[in-house]
């Protein structure tokens, strides 16, 4: 009574009346300990408000003795304009946000793991140097021994599975990157001692000078397969030597011309080139690690395609594990490093079509284009820097797992962008349906200078944001029991829904004939040979409302599954669901999931 009092004083402050209630109300005298007397003041009190004020607001009163929610709903009036009245005055300042993980400086033992994963000397066909060499000791640093690692017969690739014996049908959902490296090959050895190559994936003109290790084959007998053979990419010598054209800039180098400088000297120079190991087909590597840069939070370096998103991966199941109780119940988490991208994807295909994932989320970098110095005139998407991670749309990419990780990360107020895609996302997502799995796939990743050159550049903001909006995600699908538990496959669209003991299809008009059974209180639709009971409903709407939401969204999704069966109340009556039927359906439904529900 006293809030609902106090929230109508403050509704017109200069009004006589009010004022005059409020100087009645807060000059009363103390209430006697009599309880005859307290019920005499107060019946006194609300009769000169009665006269004073009319019989609205008396009545008003009264009905609020009666009626406890909307006393609560007062007492949040009144301090909702307490509070707002407080910052006015300034009496007390706001709380200041923590910051987030992305809005802060990167640890340096968190900078120094990103460090040793890009510096891995894994270029195509030789990925264990990462997967094997680098990764697994890192996992097994913090990851429990439950975990199992999954390699392949004739790859480097890797997956590290958190439940590799689960047998209740939990959504697999595999994080991906690829830990395969672009990489220049030696091609020709000459007699004058150049080791000629080839630039791959590299424009030429951005090798010139570059320092790089050359991985050739160690003499039998060697501690270490490999020797790494230090060199300098050249291509002219000089520029006295250059032709007038590529002094100007109107032509340009090719690849053909890019060769090794060794500083081999003296007689037999190609004889000292393979004394030293080196054949065709050798693999070259730019000799650049990453460091930090001038501007806050970023950094640069060689090779960030991939091995960020192989760190994004790492990262993110460290941070599972240091959880207190992670959330997997329904989740099985499965982070893959991939081979074979930069040459096709074809080392993700593999993984896909062995491990059979029900989601596949790409890690992959992207391109910072408000900072590019050409192509803006095609107006490309505008992704920029420290703007958060970017979230792929077209190609393959599920609008529905877009959708969950937009939800996860907006609810986290992690920062990300949207990227367009053509035909090709460029990604490992694309292996979610070239290698002919069945699963939903999308592609996320962080905004890069300079790619594919000595001195790719990002910013750790980026790379820790996309890092915590999939661990949001993950714990999203992990409370979403229709879409884990019962094991609902996510597509663009409902399909179908596929639960661990009911398989439902929507029916077509002409094909098929749905049956619907009641049979002691027990409502039970068939189709085919499978079988919904309504307790499956009734747990799927139970989990819809049990994270906080409306039991309005319960209802909308019992009215959404009825839609996309054909329920009828006969054996034998027209496919199209009736509305009465329909809402007699629904408030079966209802009544029974009332019953086990809050």
Known sequence: LKCVLRTYLYIRPDSTRVFYLRRAWCHQPQLRKSRSETRRRHTTTMHGLSRRMGTTLVSAVRQCQSNVRLGAAAFQMRQIR?????????????EEVPPYPWTTRMSDDQFRRMHDIL????PVNYESAMTEGVLVPMFKEFAPQSWAYHR???NAGLVVDTDPHDTTGKLKVMICG????IRMQVRHITADGKVYIDTDSFLPATLLGNQVQCFSRSPPGADAPFTRIPATVEALGAIHFAPAALRTGDKGITKNQMFLELGLHGDKRKEQAEALGI????????DRPISRCVAPDTFSGAYLDN????????EMARILVGEASPALD?????FAFASHEEIGRFGSRVLVEKHRPDVLVAVDVNHDYEAAPIGKEDKPPPLELGKGFTLGHGSICSPRINSLIAEAATSANVPFQHDVRGTDTGTDAMAGVLSGADCAATSVGFPIRNMHTVSELAHTGDVLACMHALVCTRALLNRNRCLCHARCRIHTYTHHIHMSHAHIQPTHTHTHQTHTLLEHSRLTVKYPEHMLPIETLCDVLHEISSDGSYVFSALTAAMQIISCFCVTKYLHTRPCVPEVTRYKLLALIVNRWRLSSP
């Not at 510096?119 to 894994?122: N, R």
């Not at 054949?279 to 730019?286: F, I, K």
């Open 82 to 94: 307490t509070c707002s009245v407080q910052r006015e005055n300034n009496a007390t300042p706001a």
């Open 119 to 122: 510096a891995a000397p894994s």
């Open 152 to 154: 392949c017969t004739g």
């Open 178 to 181: 690829h830990a395969d490296k």
């Open 279 to 286: 054949t065709a087909g050798d693999p070259v590597l730019l």
């Open 307 to 314: 091995g960020l998103g192989c760190f994004v991966a790492e």
């Open 330 to 334: 329904n989740v099985r988490l499965m």
